[in-house]
């Protein structure tokens, strides 16, 4: 099962990465680009049943307490096609 | 009086600073393996720089899982002095024992110079010092934005746990000394309990006079001041 994890910098703390980006577009003429924030992104092929809920928060352990930082990031799962149920 | 400091794979401050806890402030000092499981008998442990485990996903989120932090965390709930230099810093963030964590520095770049540090409190390590004392101490970081929430920097500051702040050679504490956007221009701040303490400035770079300055000394002496004092109050 592929599931994928999305980090990102809470809104609060300010992104010195996102924002060189951004200048970076609007120096290239890309003058619709009004913010950008960079974040990080993880795959992980998992073996286990996601329809249980105790394997589903092995997951958000993993993506809140490892792949992230809670004083300065923020997470998003996505959970594979089909398994939403 | 006994040290250890810790070698996760990927230190590089580790030789530097051992040799000032040994040869400068003649302490019996040994190196522990964060592979390790269980601790000898110590009255500090440092956390010493570098970019354990390659700096791979954070600054130290993969050392704050080696088997010797389990000890560490111990022996910083039974009050043993324990401090963090630069990346232990960011490693004692990662693991919990101190507050907020490091942001990029706001240059985007990696800074490598000296610095001037304010003393800004008393205690175990800077009771060496006088209050606003002006210190000259290297920094060399990538990550050393020092972040907090709003009501963790209010409780850093209203309990007095900030112990250094970048400042002007003066004493100045304004924007244009803040070498990478830290709130509040913090360099290093301890916990609670006051016996666990973290800096990003390398004291251990600043202990000899023939490195240019000897100003980070005195963190060492501070230390072995207090754990002297441990043992006579014993």
Redo the contacts between chains.
């Keep these: 099962m592929l599931i994928r994890v999305f980090v990102t910098?809470k809104p609060s703390?300010?992104d010195?990465?996102g924002m060189?980006v951004q200048k970076a577009l609007l120096t290239l003429g890309y003058t619709q680009a009004e913010q950008v924030r960079q974040g990080?992104y993880f795959e992980i092929q998992w073996n286990g049943d996601l329809r249980r809920l105790a394997e589903r928060e092995k997951i958000e352990a993993v993506a809140s307490q490892?792949?992230s930082?809670p004083?300065?990031e923020s997470y998003r799962i996505e959970w594979p096609e089909g398994d939403n149920a | 009086m006994k040290a250890g400091v810790v070698v996760f794979p990927g230190s590089n401050c580790d030789h530097d600073t051992y040799h000032v806890l040994k040869h400068v402030l003649h302490m019996e000092t040994r190196f522990l393996w964060h592979g390790e499981r269980t601790l000898p008998d110590l009255d500090l442990i440092v956390l010493p720089g570098g970019f354990s485990y390659g700096d791979y996903?954070?600054t130290g989120?993969i050392a704050r899982f080696s088997p010797l932090m389990e000890g560490i965390k111990d022996f910083a709930g039974r009050g043993g002095y324990v401090l963090g230099i630069c990346n232990g810093f960011q490693i004692l963030?990662?693991a919990g024992l101190l507050?907020?964590?490091m942001?990029?520095?706001?240059?985007?770049k990696f800074v490598c110079r000296q610095v001037c540090l304010r003393v800004e409190a008393s205690g175990p390590f800077t009771g060496a010092y006088s209050a606003g004392q002006i210190l000259r101490v290297p920094i060399a970081h990538n990550e050393g934005n020092f972040?907090?929430?709003a009501g963790d920097l209010e409780q850093l500051e209203r309990n007095s746990q900030v112990l250094f702040r970048y400042c002007s050679p003066s004493g100045q504490i304004d924007g244009r000394s803040n070498p990478n956007?830290s709130l509040n221009n913090i360099a290093g701040i301890i916990n609670e309990r006051k016996n666990v303490a973290g800096m990003m400035p390398h004291p251990e770079r600043a202990s000899e006079g023939c490195l240019g300055s000897e100003d980070g000394r005195g963190v060492f002496v501070s230390l072995m001041q207090s754990i002297q004092g441990r043992f006579s109050e014993a």
Aim: aromatic fraction near 4%.
């Design positions: 910098l703390v300010l010195p990465q060189t990080k490892i792949l930082n004083v300065i | 996903m954070r989120a963030q990662e507050p907020g964590a942001l990029h520095n706001r240059g985007l972040y907090a929430a956007g």
